[in-house]
């Protein structure tokens, strides 16, 4: 499959492109940098020894994401884009809604115009608040307590509603990461449980 990757050059986006690489699929990523870096992206491609298509664009230039998915035949989206800081999220909400709520719709608009029906969403454990138990189960009740939660729920509502009535997609998967590893030294700063976690996932979602 080929399979584009929001977010690709962060932390978990970087180590799920080098998963899906060697499990034999093609990677395109989409990342604005603004709190990655394209080193880990070279580094993936040394010890793969695999091309990684890569276009640095805001997930809200429509234009620019079209271009992207002009140029190559997406079969699946990955999406981890987004700000992620629960104390910035308090301080600027407005700037937390506007990138990551509206990144979301606009993948999803460029999406439906190439037909592409497969999304795999990088939530939040944020979005359960403070639960005293752990692990939290999926069923727990959804009670963030921040900006940056409260848009992880916003895309997830907003995804359920596509998945039910408009958009049809074929497969709307939601993953919950919140990881705390321990460091293999893999060459690009890899975590061994991490890897686990996304492969795990990914057999879930069937890429």
């Given at each position: 499959m080929n399979i584009l990757?929001?977010?690709g050059a962060g932390y978990i986006g970087s180590h799920?492109?080098?998963e899906l690489i060697i499990s034999g699929h093609s990677v395109v990523v989409v990342d604005n940098l603004s709190n990655s870096s394209v080193i880990s992206l070279k580094r993936i491609e040394k010890?793969?020894?695999?091309?990684?298509?890569?276009?640095k664009i805001d997930l809200r230039d429509k234009i620019g994401l079209k271009n992207v998915?002009?140029?190559n035949k997406i079969d699946a989206v990955i999406h981890f884009a987004g700000l992620k800081s629960v104390s910035e999220s308090v301080s600027n909400p407005i700037?937390?809604?506007k990138n990551n709520v509206i990144s979301t719709i606009t993948l999803c608009e460029v999406m439906k115009l190439y037909n592409c029906k497969v999304l795999a969403f990088s939530s939040s454990a944020t979005v359960y608040g403070n639960k005293n138990s752990s692990p939290i189960k999926e069923s727990a009740q959804?009670?963030?307590i921040n900006p940056y939660g409260q848009s992880k729920i916003a895309n997830e509502l907003f995804l359920r509603d596509l998945f039910d009535i408009t958009f049809k997609l074929v497969?709307?998967?939601?993953?919950?990461?919140?990881?705390?590893t321990k460091?293999?030294?893999s060459g690009f700063g890899g975590q061994e449980s991490l890897n686990l976690s996304i492969r795990s996932s990914l057999s879930l979602i069937h890429i």
């Open positions: 990757v929001t977010g799920t492109c080098h010890i793969s020894k695999r091309k990684i298509i890569f276009y998915f002009q140029n700037e937390y809604y959804i009670s963030a497969n709307a998967d939601c993953i919950w990461f919140f990881c705390f460091r293999k030294s």
